[in-house]
């Protein structure tokens, strides 16, 4: 099992950056594929970026291909998404997410943090 904790949210004004950081501890994480979930008020959680346990493959969906970059640092046991160009329907919990295969379904997907808000004014 591998713990994570999700940092870096706030409140930001559309076309703003922030980068959210997700620390793990237990298990090291350069076992693991790692994702990036998102769940907006009143939606259903949904699948945002994934990185394979070395870094070389990444994985995004397709409404934030190009303002987010999913990236992570094995020696720091971290994970990072660089979000970009933000739009306020990028108003959302962030959750991470650790998992044996590079996937955008939760269900695979077996370790979970506790999430970050991100809300993106207009």
């Given at each position: 099992?591998?713990?994570l904790v999700e940092s870096g949210g706030g409140l930001v004004q559309a076309?703003?950056?922030l980068r959210l950081s997700c620390a793990a501890s237990?298990?090291?994480?350069?076992s693991y594929a790692m994702g990036w979930f998102r769940q907006a008020p009143g939606k259903e959680r949904s699948?945002?970026?994934a990185i394979s346990w070395s870094g070389g493959t990444t994985y995004y969906a397709h409404s934030v291909e190009g303002r987010?970059?999913?990236?992570?640092?094995?020696?720091?046991?971290?994970v990072y998404l660089q979000i970009d160009s933000l739009k306020p329907e990028d108003t959302a919990v962030y959750?991470?997410?650790?998992?044996?295969?590079l996937d955008n379904s939760d269900f695979s997907y077996d370790n979970?943090?506790?999430?970050t808000r991100v809300t993106v004014s207009s």
């Amino acid at each position: 099992q591998v713990q994570l904790v999700e940092s870096g949210g706030g409140l930001v004004q559309a076309g703003g950056s922030l980068r959210l950081s997700c620390a793990a501890s237990g298990r090291t994480v350069s076992s693991y594929a790692m994702g990036w979930f998102r769940q907006a008020p009143g939606k259903e959680r949904s699948f945002v970026a994934a990185i394979s346990w070395s870094g070389g493959t990444t994985y995004y969906a397709h409404s934030v291909e190009g303002r987010f970059t999913i990236s992570r640092d094995n020696a720091k046991n971290t994970v990072y998404l660089q979000i970009d160009s933000l739009k306020p329907e990028d108003t959302a919990v962030y959750y991470c997410a650790a998992g044996d295969y590079l996937d955008n379904s939760d269900f695979s997907y077996d370790n979970w943090g506790q999430g970050t808000r991100v809300t993106v004014s207009s």
